[in-house]
């Protein structure tokens, strides 16, 4: 007994060590920036500690699905469009998901294999177009190895399967009817033993080395646009549902840098797909406040002409401009950020993802030309 009390008392000191550890880093790390992002980091800091925590205890015979990813606990690229339940599970066990779309305009549930925090590969996958949705937007699917004797829907679980992420993708998250979503076993469950002194101090030791390496990654994630801003690439990393993403997604990714009163305009002719939508990051990888300000915009708010999209990327709204009131651009609140992240998301495209055409100018200069 003595010896497994150690234990879980050297990891709650590994745990300490991370976080102290991951604060330092961040001391150095956010060193030349202002004010405003230094406590930005640590917020981000203390939103994926809180993230984690909340996914800590994880009981795979009868599991839950967690809402995942709210504001409070943003971790690594969240997406306030949007809506996230996570489960942990057994690939030999079955269980039944139940729940309602809400107003989604589309669903999918997807099983991933995962080998580490940030490493993972979709393994099995269901979509709205393939549930049995009735009048009132409800959907029940047995998840197992072997199909229901019943013929209903069914989520495949492959071996190694040991995740399920349910997510809703709204048009309007702020205003849309959200749905919901649950996880129950359909086979006969023990009581476990009351903990596993070795099990939980494992865990916790590995939280622990999670939080320090926060802010490596940060900054690892950010290298590429600091050294190119103002530009936007294909994130080719993000393709097939790498890293817990949607397999059929296609991602662009780029950043802004920019002084007091400038913009960056981003134009380009927009892919036939399923849904699509642009949002903005902090240097930490979290969305920014969508809560409150214009940070993402999706393809049903968008305005397009001739086939095209402009959006701008400033510290407030253009508006019509000063050009003689043309139309400026869908406008994209960068909270006064000099630097930050901007991401497009294309789900189901039929077509090549083109880039955007980008410019950086003043802000008083839109407006006018179309």
């Given at each position: 007994?003595?010896?497994?009390?150690?234990?879980?008392?050297?990891?709650?000191?590994?745990?300490?060590?991370?976080?102290?550890?991951?604060?330092?880093?961040?001391?150095?790390?956010?060193?030349?920036?202002?004010?405003?992002?230094?406590?930005?980091?640590?917020?981000?800091?203390?939103?994926?500690?809180?993230?984690?925590?909340?996914?800590?205890?994880?009981?795979?015979?009868?599991?839950?699905?967690?809402?995942?990813?709210?504001?409070?606990?943003?971790?690594?690229?969240?997406?306030?469009?949007?809506?996230?339940?996570?489960?942990?599970?057994?690939?030999?066990?079955?269980?039944?998901?139940?729940?309602?779309?809400?107003?989604?305009?589309?669903?999918?549930?997807?099983?991933?294999?995962?080998?580490?925090?940030?490493?993972?590969?979709?393994?099995?996958?269901?979509?709205?177009?393939?549930?049995?949705?009735?009048?009132?937007?409800?959907?029940?699917?047995?998840?197992?190895?072997?199909?229901?004797?019943?013929?209903?829907?069914?989520?495949?679980?492959?071996?190694?399967?040991?995740?399920?992420?349910?997510?809703?993708?709204?048009?309007?998250?702020?205003?849309?009817?959200?749905?919901?979503?649950?996880?129950?076993?359909?086979?006969?469950?023990?009581?476990?033993?009351?903990?596993?002194?070795?099990?939980?101090?494992?865990?916790?030791?590995?939280?622990?080395?999670?939080?320090?390496?926060?802010?490596?990654?940060?900054?690892?994630?950010?290298?590429?646009?600091?050294?190119?801003?103002?530009?936007?690439?294909?994130?080719?990393?993000?393709?097939?549902?790498?890293?817990?993403?949607?397999?059929?997604?296609?991602?662009?990714?780029?950043?802004?840098?920019?002084?007091?009163?400038?913009?960056?305009?981003?134009?380009?002719?927009?892919?036939?797909?399923?849904?699509?939508?642009?949002?903005?990051?902090?240097?930490?990888?979290n969305s920014l406040d969508h809560r409150n300000r214009r940070v993402s915009l999706t393809g049903a708010r968008a305005r397009i002409v001739d086939g095209r999209y402009r959006i701008v990327l400033a510290a407030s709204d253009p508006g019509d401009g000063d050009g003689g009131?043309?139309?400026?651009?869908?406008?994209?609140?960068?909270?006064?950020?000099?630097?930050?992240?901007?991401?497009?998301?294309?789900?189901?495209?039929?077509?090549?993802?083109?880039?955007?055409?980008?410019?950086?100018?003043?802000?008083?200069?839109?407006?006018?030309?179309?």
């Open positions: 007994m003595g010896s497994e009390t150690s234990k879980a008392a050297q990891a709650w000191s590994a745990l300490v060590d991370g976080l102290k550890a991951a604060g330092e880093q961040l001391a150095v790390d956010t060193a030349d920036l202002d004010p405003i992002e230094q406590a930005d980091a640590f917020r981000a800091l203390l939103r994926g500690l809180n993230n984690q925590l909340g996914r800590f205890e994880v009981d795979r015979e009868r599991p839950e699905l967690l809402p995942f990813n709210g504001w409070r606990q943003k971790m690594f690229m969240d997406n306030p469009d949007f809506l996230y339940w996570v489960a942990d599970i057994r690939d030999d066990r079955r269980y039944r998901i139940s729940g309602s779309v809400g107003d989604a305009a589309y669903t999918s549930i997807t099983a991933y294999s995962a080998s580490g925090a940030l490493t993972a590969e979709a393994t099995g996958r269901t979509d709205s177009d393939r549930l049995g949705i009735d009048s009132e937007g409800n959907f029940a699917l047995t998840v197992s190895r072997e199909p229901p004797a019943d013929g209903g829907d069914w989520l495949e679980l492959p071996e190694g399967a040991s995740v399920v992420w349910v997510r809703h993708f709204h048009d309007d998250a702020a205003n849309d009817r959200i749905g919901w979503c649950r996880i129950e076993p359909l086979d006969a469950v023990a009581a476990p033993a009351p903990i596993e002194p070795g099990r939980f101090a494992h865990r916790l030791e590995r939280l622990g080395q999670g939080i320090g390496m926060f802010p490596s990654i940060f900054a690892a994630s950010v290298a590429d646009d600091l050294a190119h801003p103002n530009e936007v690439r294909h994130w080719s990393e993000m393709a097939g549902g790498s890293a817990f993403t949607e397999p059929n997604i296609s991602y662009l990714r780029g950043a802004w840098e920019l002084e007091q009163g400038e913009a960056l305009v981003l134009e380009g002719d927009l892919v036939a797909c399923r849904y699509w939508s642009v949002l903005l990051y902090s240097r930490h990888l009131g043309g139309w400026a651009g869908d406008w994209l609140d960068t909270e006064g950020r000099r630097f930050g992240l901007v991401v497009f998301r294309f789900l189901q495209t039929r077509g090549e993802v083109a880039l955007p055409a980008v410019r950086r100018c003043r802000l008083d200069e839109l407006g006018g030309d179309r």
